[in-house]
């Protein structure tokens, strides 16, 4: 059940995205002092040793995780492993704004793996929704220019954040369409750590093969300790406690909408903290994605 939005959980609705805008911007901040697998898997390791004294029972050899060991692997190597060392990959070469825009094409992949992989069925809204969110990340594909698009002319990191949007649309399906142990239903620590404990593992492999390239590297100093501990204790943390808290609150269907805040964190942050100004194209793309978002949710 909701309840109306009280400023306690508007707070927390717009938190979240800001700390994922914040996650976005630390990522491109600190591209060319670490590598982007060991950023994800250095970022994963301190959030669990932060989380570990709150929710060590689930990894107990009694906890209620290991009869659905094979879910929560699954999850951890989606929303874990792949979905942000995808991200920080995307970084190397793509923007903040960039990436975090074509993020917001999430309900696109919702729909088409819902779709072809869940038995969802579509509403006319939804497509006419779901066309507009599309034209919204082509405009940033294409910097604005349609020309660019019969060039392919594309960064790699707007590939990369593209594999990286339809990885969480399969990770936020699983999540609905399979029901939680009786024991980690309710405790977002405990579900956490359940991810995160095969998560790690997953982003550890991911690392070791960065490795094994010879393309690890890392400038160690106070920069890079002071974004790794941002990073672990904001975007993986507390972001998660918030948006979990005002999603119960507020329900999904509002919560929704505020996540379209973090490409509009991601270009105040990027213009106050790297320089980079966004462009009129950065705009138009952001009122195609919401105008998407909100016409598609019309047809539920």
Do not use: K
């Amino acid at each position: 059940m909701t309840q109306r939005l009280s400023p306690g959980t508007v707070a927390m609705l717009v938190a979240a995205p800001l700390l994922w805008a914040g996650n976005a911007v630390t990522g491109r901040l600190v591209h060319t002092l670490i590598s982007p697998l060991a950023l994800n898997f250095l970022r994963w390791t301190l959030a669990f040793l932060v989380l570990l004294p709150i929710a060590y029972r689930v990894l107990r050899p009694d906890s209620a995780l290991w009869p659905h060991w094979r879910r929560y692997a699954v999850l951890g190597l989606l929303g874990i492993g792949c979905y942000n060392a995808l991200q920080y990959l995307a970084l190397q070469t793509s923007t903040p704004l960039n990436v975090t825009l074509v993020g917001s094409g999430l309900p696109v992949w919702m729909l088409a793996v819902g779709t072809l992989c869940f038995g969802m069925r579509v509403t006319r809204a939804q497509v006419a929704g779901a066309l507009l969110s599309v034209a919204g990340v082509l405009v940033v594909l294409s910097r604005g220019e349609w020309a660019q698009l019969l060039a392919l002319r594309l960064v790699p990191g707007d590939i990369y954040m593209v594999l990286a949007t339809i990885a969480w649309a399969f990770y936020s399906w699983l999540l609905v369409r399979t029901a939680e142990p009786t024991a980690l239903r309710g405790d977002w620590a405990a579900f956490l750590m359940a991810q995160m404990a095969f998560g790690l593992a997953w982003s550890g492999a991911f690392a070791a093969g960065e490795w094994g390239l010879g393309l690890t590297h890392a400038t160690w100093g106070w920069p890079l300790a002071a974004a790794l501990a941002f990073i672990a204790l904001g975007p993986a943390l507390l972001a998660y406690r918030c948006w979990g808290m005002g999603v119960q609150r507020a329900g999904p269907a509002v919560a929704g909408f505020f996540i379209n805040l973090t490409p509009l964190f991601a270009a105040l942050l990027s213009a106050l903290v790297l320089g980079e100004l966004p462009h009129l194209y950065h705009g138009a793309a952001f009122v195609l994605i919401v105008a998407g978002i909100v016409v598609s949710s019309r047809g539920r």
